[in-house]
């Protein structure tokens, strides 16, 4: 059958009655906007908020598709970020600021962890407890970790002999096999990441924390390209929504996350005990890490200007990066603010998370 114009305007009309009495219409389905996503390490317990989040359809009821990937340390994420392979990532802010310093085109528009977890760690048994000690030992790094890349700012701060310390390398995933089995003698890396394996195995940790020597830092953030930010602002904020919707639900209901979580992460399926407490504790801490007073009073995922400044000092004093851009320029609280607690809410998750801040030595 020929369609002229007067038939296309003969069915418009008919559509357009049918409406009119009532009748059912075909919706109209628009496709969720793709997102990829990349962690900063593996998918621990630590990053719960992102599996929760798309688990829970706060990302989907925002019109996003989120893919979630790992990551094999912040160092290894600013590129895949920066060319664009990933629309965001969580990373390590003093480590952004080192690949800022290189010319990557990065911006933090979230907040995560505004507590540094990052430091040396060793088993009880080691009695490692001073950076000192750490003379005459092995320790094992990840090259792309936040660990490894403040490691000279460590050095300069503590005052200990670099060349006396001897390091080697490994991926992500033999660090922490390594230290229980007793190849090296300690571990950089970050609390949340080798806290919870260690624990779950029943053994006690060392922690010998960079910001107890003057290293201070915000820790993890959401970052993405400026040129996201300035072309497709909606799609920051429906990502940053989603993803502090997920943050506040692990937040409030931890046992529920843990098992979203392993429902979310095949790595961790298959009713192992010690699976589910790697996942349990790697929350508490992420939790705990969290919990400072300008998140409280302007909503999860808010990055103090001055801490964010300090950061910058940091990575400029102690890590020699002179070309750091200014300091507004490399994050932004305009999409921060939807999700908070209640004050009540707030003391309660307090006083459950306290016991799994890192200590100092």
């Known amino acids: 059958m020929t369609l002229d114009r007067r038939t296309i305007l003969k069915a418009a009309g008919t559509l357009g009655a049918g409406s009119a009495l009532g009748l059912a219409m075909p919706a109209i389905v628009r496709a969720a906007t793709p997102v990829k996503m990349t962690l900063p390490w593996l998918p621990l317990g630590t990053f719960s908020y992102a599996f929760v989040a798309k688990k829970m359809g706060f990302f989907e009821k925002r019109g996003l598709d989120v893919t979630i990937d790992r990551g094999f340390g912040s160092g290894k994420v600013c590129v895949p970020v920066d060319q664009g392979q990933y629309d965001f990532g969580i990373i390590d802010f003093s480590v952004m600021l080192n690949c800022a310093g290189r010319g990557l085109d990065l911006t933090a ?6 507590r540094s977890p990052i430091g040396i760690f060793s088993l ?51 660090l922490i096999k390594a230290l229980i089995e007793k190849q090296v003698k300690a571990e950089g890396n970050f609390f949340g990441s080798i806290a919870p394996s260690l624990w779950a195995q029943g053994l006690e940790i060392n922690s010998i924390l960079y910001e107890s020597y003057g290293v201070k830092s915000f820790s993890n953030v959401v970052a993405c390209k400026q040129s996201t930010i300035d072309k497709k602002p909606e799609l920051c904020q429906a990502f940053v929504d989603g993803l502090m919707d997920g943050l506040r639900y692990v937040y409030l209901n931890p046992e529920k996350s843990v098992e979203m979580h392993i429902e979310s992460v095949k790595e961790f399926q298959g009713g192992s005990i010690t699976n589910q407490k790697v996942i349990e504790y790697g929350q508490a801490v992420s939790t705990a890490l969290g919990l400072v007073e300008s998140v409280k009073k302007n909503g999860l995922g808010y990055m103090d200007p001055s801490l964010m400044a300090e950061t910058v000092n940091t990575v400029k004093t102690y890590m020699g990066v002179a070309n750091v851009p200014p300091t507004d320029k490399l994050y932004t609280n305009k999409f921060i603010g939807a999700a908070k607690l209640t004050d009540q809410e707030w003391a309660e998750v307090e006083a459950r998370s306290a016991k799994y801040l890192p200590h100092k030595a």
């Open 109 to 114: 528009i979230a907040g995560v962890w505004p």
């Open 124 to 174: 009880k048994e080691t009695g490692l407890t001073e950076p000192k000690q750490l003379e005459g030992q092995t320790i094992a790094f990840d090259v792309g970790s936040g660990d490894f890349q403040l490691w000279p700012a460590f050095v300069k701060a503590t005052g200990i002999d670099d060349s006396k310390v001897n390091k080697v390398t490994m991926d992500a995933a033999a």
